[in-house]
């Protein structure tokens, strides 16, 4: 048993010193000259337009929700025309990011873990590296940096999204102008709601590429690793962006919400 | 497009072979956990000959071309490739020398996110930092005729045969104009008439690219055809080694065995 508990400490440790490894691999690849950019276009392209359509309906439906599940409660509080506000602040401080940071992590990590993965078990990352081609500057940099950038954007996309969601819902029982709901929701947001909100979905991109790439590069030499480097991108991507968020929202309160 | 068709002969010697040593391994060992894969494994090549390590599946024959490009570190012996230690080589200068030595892999490794213009285009453009396109194509279409399948330029990995997938592999990795290459299992998976189309095109390759290669294979055609010389690997071990006709008439049973379908 005490056997059992060192080896998987022993690994996990080992774990944590080959993604440093990896890190590091691709921190000095960001500054090696010659970077990608036709690869980073197509990344941005695959990563960032085609999770639009899913962020966008997830986005829109929890807007949606939220302002039907908000409503009875500020109702009985008297406070029916908070409703807006309400619904902004939480949708771009926190439910926007990571709404759209998890979708990001089923879709993108996973697709990024299969794809490596079983580039892998293909030989293909071991051809390009054979061939005196860099792997980590074509296949990992560009992923990373591109997943850094978009689901940032995607963010801000998908809270634009869910507040129209929450305007329709809103319209359901009451009746407010498009024009002034607006208003409402964009009165009552500032600069320490946002910034932190955008800083947050960079880190995120970041842990989702990542732990993508990371779990792809080192799978193991099989079919089965493809589904295992997948799952496990998607697993641990999913506990990073929760890691990172409770960070940022202690940071966040500390600097702008004394 | 073949060098020769019909009934080929044995591979003799050619008079480029000369006595230039390109890669020099002595007392080589490798182990993978409590398995020791490589047990002591001495050889030279010689620059413009062709060398057949055959072997049975899990012999450590893959290992051996697999220590020679860097991608595994022995744990003994000596290493030289070009007269340079490998396993003393910065990542840098691992890179410098990879780009003079080609590694045909067993799959073809093509990448299939690609087409087969831009699989070849890769590592012109990445590794010789070609920036002409014109010049570029001229390569492309030049290395693709020459393993007859310019036609398929601009299809996918996804659309090709086995066959043609390693013919696309070897065109890419002979565009860069490689001293080495290194073939693993070149032959496996493929139909007898592949197989030997596949082994008539690696001996053109290799006189018209003037070549040194090492080729990995337990196909007795392919080292028929291919080989200047043939090594017999076993446990981790060089058993025998000789040309075709000297190991044809080997006493060793275990050489017997796997010539005894060609007599």
């Known amino acids: 048993m005490a056997e059992q508990v060192i080896t998987g400490w022993r690994k996990w440790m080992m774990g944590i010193g080959e993604q440093c490894v990896f890190f590091s691999r691709f921190f000095r690849n960001i ?107 074509y296949l990992v940099v560009t992923r990373i940096i591109a997943t850094s950038l978009m689901v940032p954007l995607l963010s801000i996309i998908g809270d634009v999204i869910g507040l129209v969601g929450g305007f329709l819902a809103l319209n359901i029982n009451d009746s407010i102008s498009f024009t002034l709901y607006f208003q409402k929701c964009i009165g009552s947001l500032d600069f320490s709601d946002f910034l932190p909100a955008v800083i947050k979905t960079i880190f995120f991109g970041f842990a989702i590429g990542f732990v993508g790439c990371y779990k792809g590069y080192n799978s193991n030499k099989g079919t089965e690793s493809v589904g295992i480097a997948a799952n496990s991108a998607v697993v641990t991507a999913s506990l990073w962006i929760f890691v990172i968020d409770a960070i940022a929202v202690q940071i966040t309160s500390f600097l702008f919400y004394k | 497009m073949a060098a020769t068709k019909g009934n080929i002969e044995p591979k003799k010697k050619t008079p480029a072979a000369k006595d230039e040593i390109v890669i020099h391994a002595k007392g080589l060992k490798k182990s993978f956990g409590d398995k020791e894969v490589l047990k002591n494994i001495t050889f030279d090549l010689k620059r413009g000959e062709n060398m057949v390590v055959l072997g049975k599946s899990g012999q450590g024959k893959s290992v051996t071309i697999q220590c020679v490009v860097g991608m595994l570190k022995p744990d003994g012996g000596d290493l030289e490739v070009f007269g340079e230690g490998v396993t003393q080589m910065s990542d840098e ?153 000297e190991l044809q008439k080997s006493d060793n049973e275990l050489v017997k065995s796997f010539f005894i379908e060609t007599t």
């Open chain 2, 93 to 245: 200068e691992l890179k410098q020398l990879r780009i003079k030595i080609g590694f045909l892999f067993q799959s073809g490794a093509l990448y299939d996110s690609m087409t087969v213009r831009e699989n070849l285009e890769f590592p012109l453009t990445r590794v010789l930092k070609l920036k002409d396109q014109a010049e570029i194509d001229k390569k492309v279409e030049e290395v693709l005729d020459n393993v007859g399948l310019l036609d398929a330029i601009d299809k996918m990995p996804s659309d090709l045969s086995g066959g043609m997938r390693k013919r696309v592999g070897l065109a890419r990795t002979l565009i860069v104009n490689p001293e080495i290459m290194l073939y693993d299992e070149p032959t496996t998976g493929l139909d007898p008439i592949t197989s030997r189309e596949i082994s008539e095109l690696i001996l053109h390759m290799q006189q018209k690219y003037k070549t040194s290669s090492i080729i990995i294979t337990h196909d007795l055609e392919c080292a028929r055809i291919t080989a200047d010389r043939i090594v017999v690997m076993n446990d981790g071990e060089y058993i025998a080694e000789g040309s075709w006709k």
């Open chain 1, 31 to 137: 500054f090696a000259g010659g970077f990608e950019w036709s690869e980073f276009v197509r990344q941005c392209y695959e990563i960032g337009y085609r999770s639009l359509m899913l962020v966008g309906i997830t986005s829109f439906i929890m807007g949606f929700v939220l302002i039907l599940q908000l409503r009875p409660s500020l109702v009985s509080l008297g406070a029916a025309s908070m409703l807006p506000k309400t619904l902004a602040v939480s949708f771009v401080r926190e439910m926007g990011p990571v709404i759209t940071a998890i979708i990001c992590a089923g879709k993108i990590a996973s697709s990024i873990g299969a794809e490596l993965g079983s580039m892998k078990v293909t030989e293909q990352i071991d051809a390009m590296e054979v061939s005196g081609a860099n792997p980590i500057q």
